[in-house]
């Protein structure tokens, strides 16, 4: 089922779409999140949500193999942003704040890393709500445009 959802949602709806830079359920959503609580530039979510989501039954379907493909990932551990107390204490906890004088721009790819392997938990987790039914389910349940807001004053 989540190989199926895979051509449908990521490859047809996205060239449907007419995305540019990849085939994803909802990359640009972790790569903002990831950003904005390490000190990136969020406006880098551009060119760093390039990505190809691609999953493939396996093992006789027993198995899903989930892949993602993200050629530019654009993040640095230094600098900028990172220099704010709660980013700098967000990047101590991936364990990358700073430069590394042994291995220069070791931190980086390890930054770069995580942001892939969140990436990959995300889409994994969206096609997984989608096949099951749940993300309907959860948007109607926590849905607040079922509020009165024709009661709510500025």
Known sequence: MLQELNVIKNLTGSAIAGALGGFNAHVAN???AIFIATGKDPAQNIESSHCITMMEAINDGKDLHISVTMPCI?????GGGTQLASQ???????GVKG?????????????AAIVAGSVLAG???LMS???SG???KSHMKYNRSTRDLSTVTS
Do not use: K, Y
Not at 74 to 78: A, D, L, N, S
Not at 88 to 94: D, E, V
Not at 99 to 111: D, F, K, Q
């Open 129 to 131: 709500a989608i096949a």
């Open 88 to 94: 700098s204490a967000c990047l101590n906890l991936l």
């Open 123 to 125: 889409e994994l987790s």
């Open 30 to 32: 972790v790569v903002s």
């Open 134 to 136: 749940q993300l309907v």
């Open 99 to 111: 430069a590394c004088r042994e291995s220069p721009a070791s931190t980086s790819r390890l930054l």
């Open 74 to 78: 654009e993040v640095g551990t230094v």
